[in-house]
């Protein structure tokens, strides 16, 4: 009778465990598939600036000039990614809501520079700049804007370009669905779009690669709420 009790609270604590582990996987994938673009996501009590003053347009511009210098200098492969790239193909610039420049970077290019040339040229142009290892990307700020340098790479040579960071092992589902796209579409050498009053490089081939980092919504415009109707003016 004993031994019956037992193997029946074995059997219960496994089913448990089972269950257990069901939900976790669900709650994981769920929360896996999910777009985190901030976008997506604002408080209803937040103030959302739906067109950048004057003074941070010129501020983000100058951001982006001194990033182009230290690319060219250093010869880093870079191109206009997420956001920024949707804004070079829609405005010509920034999105006027955004408040950073996204970039992607070939981490085959920067490795050699990593890291005392690369902090060192950043310092010469004024920049603060912190490697976040868990995302997997650069921060560059300076006294009123920021650019976010993300890390892309061929891991497996397969021809398919990788975010790097821990939190693309960890939720591998995810990056898998919107952080990864065709290395062919930044094959050398890449074009260059008009961001604002610079010409900057992104990927070929135009919105093919919002398909990828963006496959649920990529051929329309989503604007965060209470910018839905905002007039935006056409800056040069």
Known sequence: ????????????????????????????????????????????????????TDEDYESLMDMGERLIRIFDKLHIKYWLVYGSHIG?????????????????????????????AFFAACRAEGLRVDYRGWGGFFRIENDRSRSDLMLFTDYWGNGWMNR?????????????????FPAALVRDPLPEY????LQMTSTHDGIQVLKYHYPHDWEREVRPTGCENAVIRKRN
């Open 194 to 197: 008009k961001f604002g009053r």
């Open 164 to 180: 790097m960071g821990i939190e693309s092992w960890l939720f591998f589902i995810n990056y898998w669905t919107y952080h990864i």
């Open 88 to 116: 070079a193909l829609r405005y010509q610039g920034p999105i006027p809501w955004d408040t950073d420049i996204d970039l992607g970077i070939e981490w085959e290019t920067l490795k050699p520079h990593y890291p005392d």
């Open 1 to 52: 009778m004993q031994g019956f009790t037992f193997a029946r609270l074995r059997r219960s604590r496994s089913l448990l465990t089972a269950v257990v582990a069901i939900i976790l996987f669900v709650i994981y994938y769920l929360l896996s598939t999910r777009s985190w673009a901030w976008y997506n996501h604002v408080e209803p009590n937040t103030q959302i600036v739906c067109d950048m």
